[in-house]
């Protein structure tokens, strides 16, 4: 469900801007929720969105079906004890 919309139920924190970061020579838009404190990212080319790990330096995918049950799913209005097993779940590759 690459393309759904967590925007719909997430509060962002940076409100409607969104955060962008350059990373291997495209432009990835970052949002993060406040009360659950997933992040999210889109390319700004049209893709999805998709569940992601920030790191220090590189934004990486979590694994497909994090991805699918975070983008489909409503916010959970709270950090979850499955999140941090999630987090382990990103391919340790960049954004696509």
């Known amino acids: 469900m690459k393309n759904g919309n967590p925007s719909r139920t997430h509060v962002w924190a940076n409100g409607t801007t969104l ?4 990373q291997d ?6 949002q993060r ?8 990212a889109f390319e700004l080319d049209g893709t999805g969105w998709h ?9 990486e995918l ?3 079906k994090v991805n699918e049950r975070r983008v489909g799913e409503e916010c959970p209005k709270k950090i ?11 391919t340790m590759s960049a954004y696509p």
């Open 25 to 30: 020579g495209r432009t990835i838009a970052h």
């Open 62 to 64: 979590l694994a497909e």
């Open 51 to 59: 569940a992601v790990y920030v790191g220090a330096f590189r934004v």
């Open 80 to 90: 979850l004890l499955a999140d941090h097993i999630d987090r382990a779940t990103r």
């Open 19 to 22: 955060h962008q970061i350059l």
């Open 33 to 40: 929720c406040v009360r659950c404190l997933r992040d999210f």
